[in-house]
């Protein structure tokens, strides 16, 4: 017999009549495909390594998504970062929602700080209890001016970015 505990945590808080961005790198890209088929018309952005590991682009398309494909070594799609095209398109978005490396999560944050854009961040931290017991998913945020440490199970692991703090 097989314990499963789910869901953890939130998700992406989606409103009706925004258009949204969203952002998958890697493994990041899965969530972002449930997240595709709550919204209304959002542009899709997918950074991969290189082709060899592209999934999901045609189930984006099918669940009505503008999409855009990145590659770290330009193999398929546009040569380059998700960041890259955020940039180009962030002016066509109400909101950004993204998951995938601590990295990219950083960068994706501070172009929409820049851009006076809210962003929501899914965190990819190691989660071993599921219950905040263990502390190994705990990530620091701003609260209330001060900062403070919460769980990526508990708290998360989606955050409004602007709360992260992010490392270097």
Do not use: W
């Not at 669940?63 to 940039?87: N, P």
């Not at 990219?104 to 965190?123: F, H, N, T, W, Y």
């Amino acid at each position: 017999m097989t314990y499963i505990l789910a869901p953890l945590g939130n998700g992406f808080m989606i409103e009706k009549g925004k258009r949204y961005c969203l952002i998958g790198g890697g493994i990041g890209v899965p969530p972002m495909l449930y997240t595709a088929k709550q919204c209304e018309n959002p542009l899709v952005i997918t950074g991969f390594r290189n082709k060899d590991l592209i999934i999901l682009q045609d189930d984006f398309k099918k669940a009505g998504a503008e999409l855009v494909l990145t590659t770290d070594d330009g193999s398929a799609g546009i040569h380059g970062f998700v960041t890259d095209v955020l940039k180009e398109k962030i002016a066509e978005v109400d909101e950004v929602c993204a998951c995938g490396p601590t990295p990219m999560l950083k960068a994706i944050a501070d172009v929409c700080k820049e851009a006076g854009k809210p962003c929501q961040i899914s965190l990819e931290e190691r989660m071993a209890c599921g219950m905040g017991a263990c502390l190994v998913c705990a990530v620091k945020v701003r609260k209330n001016g001060e900062e403070i440490m919460q769980h990526v199970c508990k708290n998360g692991p989606v955050f409004n970015a602007e709360e992260v703090v992010f490392n270097g």
